[in-house]
């Protein structure tokens, strides 16, 4: 039966969501049912496009991007494929429209396979919008159930929660994209003279975009307004923990969250959400 075949698909986006994110995993828990398994899917596909252009050295990943999408597109039209995480995804992309916005998503993550630096801020926020706004719009999309009056509420917060997000994966992630990859995300930076007057001007930039991104979480529906602000709590404290960090060690190690420590950040959103003081 096919529907077998779809909840293998679903289990599979489940799996590499947990295996690659273990933060993600444990907002994506703290959704509702109602839309958690679309956000694992959406969130399968993205890690795996991801991967193509981040992390498949020594294999030609042009090649392999160009197959992903061609497969995608494919998916799209026959409303199946054999590879489960399109399988999962393509019912989402389809039932909520999100064409336009997978779209954005693709040309971002084909840029990474050959754009190492970004010189202005045009150019730079129109990555950080396909690469990551557009997975908040798509997650938003499923969250009103296609409800296009509230999807134009709150779509300007999404947005900014997504840059958030991505802004501080930039720093967290400065050692790898700058050592192994080549890239420098933000515009007018020197890694090889990083220094904390300039760390801290980005740090100012995300925390604007934390101050408008949590107006939108208040509006968000109740199946998953506990979800977001969990990531939006997780988030916030890594940025506080890199604010913390020495510029010149954010290129010698990787910050992180301890597994206790992200417990406590549950905790700790869950009392926020329930008393309503966030």
């Known amino acids: 039966m096919k529907s077998i075949f779809d909840e293998t698909s679903l289990d599979c986006s489940k799996r590499v969501t947990k295996r690659y994110s273990t933060s993600f995993s444990l907002a994506i828990n703290m959704l509702a049912p109602s839309v958690r398994d679309q956000v694992y899917a959406i969130y399968g596909f993205v890690r795996l496009a991801d991967e193509i252009v981040d992390s498949f050295e020594g294999y030609n990943q042009e090649k392999l991007f160009d197959k992903f999408e061609e497969d995608y597109l494919a998916s799209l039209q ?63 999309k499923v969250f009103v159930k296609g409800d296009e009056s509230e999807f134009e509420r709150l779509k300007g917060f999404a947005s900014k929660l997504g840059s958030a997000f991505q802004k501080v994966n930039f720093l967290r992630d400065a050692k790898h994209d700058y050592e192994s990859l080549g890239r420098i995300y933000f515009p007018n930076v020197n890694f090889s003279n990083f220094s904390e007057h300039k760390k801290r001007e980005i740090i100012l930039e995300i925390e604007e975009d934390f101050k408008e991104a949590i107006k939108g979480i208040r509006l968000l529906p109740g199946t998953s307004r506990f979800g977001v602000l969990t990531a939006y709590m997780y988030y916030l404290s890594l940025l506080k923990k890199i604010e913390r960090t020495n510029a010149n060690r954010l290129l010698l190690e990787r910050i992180r969250i301890p597994n206790p420590v992200k417990m406590l950040i549950l905790v700790n959103s869950y009392f926020r959400y329930r008393l309503n003081i966030f």
């Open 78 to 140: 026959e409303e199946i494929s054999l590879n489960p995480i399109l399988n999962a995804f393509q019912k989402i992309v389809n039932q909520y429209k999100l064409h336009d916005l997978v779209d954005a998503f693709m040309a971002s993550m084909r840029a990474d396979l050959y754009k190492k630096e970004y010189h202005t801020t045009a150019e730079y926020e129109q990555y950080i919008y396909g690469s990551a706004d557009v997975v908040g719009l798509m997650c938003l």
